[in-house]
């Protein structure tokens, strides 16, 4: 209210030609006491900030893609993540979604067939996902660049019976991305998976590390049995 009557007070005497001087409270000073000659630019809060942007501007391919098989939100085929120079290599998954491929014998009602999908660093990454059921399922992925993905975000959605294809470049950094359903019960009841961006191994095709893991393990497993039994 007094505020109201302060200024309603300046109005007033501003059309009478007289000024008003707001008097500061005893023992503060001005925000700004700029010394003699020297000259105190004003920021100009008329036009809005920017936000910092650390890659180009977004290519049209992030719009969401629509048609009767379902969408794909924010595909990139081209732009580069800021921390690759070219881009490494191509990568391709086909993923089916639905009730076939929940695990027996748990909680799980809906499921990826694939639940880990590996790429190298600085890819690009073309995902099929192919849907199984009657009803619409997604493939939403999480944690991509927000410069170059809008919420970090890359999504699939297929309608009943239908597949869809999306394309996308992972950034260079090794890193585990998640993967899920957009519908939280449907991920909560299985339908969840994961991308692993890695490096592989120098001169080693891609698995054959897992493999030598796993011979080793059996090998070791083996003499473990034969020399029980030979005691």
């Known amino acids: ?79 580069l993540p800021q921390d690759c120079t070219a881009i490494s290599g191509e990568a391709a998954y086909t993923v089916h979604a639905g009730t076939r491929h929940a695990l027996p014998g748990t909680q799980e009602v809906f499921a990826y067939d694939i639940r880990t999908l590996v790429v190298p660093p600085c890819s690009r990454v073309t995902v099929t996902l192919v849907n199984d059921d009657a009803t619409r399922h997604q493939w939403l992925l999480h944690g991509l660049p927000f410069a170059l993905y809008p919420g970090g975000l890359f999504m699939l959605e297929a309608n009943g019976g239908q597949r869809v294809t999306g394309t996308f470049i992972v950034p260079g950094a090794a890193a585990r991305y998640p993967v899920q359903s957009t519908n939280a019960q449907n991920s909560s009841l299985g339908m969840q998976a994961e991308l692993v961006v890695e490096a592989p191994v120098p001169g080693l095709p891609r698995g054959s590390l897992v493999l030598i893991l796993a011979m080793a393990l059996t090998s070791g497993s083996l003499l473990l049995t034969m020399r029980k039994r030979s005691e």
């Open 1 to 79: 209210m007094i505020f109201r009557l302060r200024q309603m007070l300046t109005m007033w005497l501003g059309a009478l030609g007289c000024t008003v001087a707001m008097a500061q409270p005893a023992g503060v000073q001005p925000l700004v006491q700029p010394e003699p000659g020297v000259e105190v630019s004003r920021i100009d809060i008329s036009e809005p900030l920017q936000r910092e942007s650390h890659d180009a501007a977004p290519p049209a391919t992030l719009s969401p893609f629509f048609d009767t098989a379902g969408m794909v939100l924010h595909a990139n085929t081209a732009q």
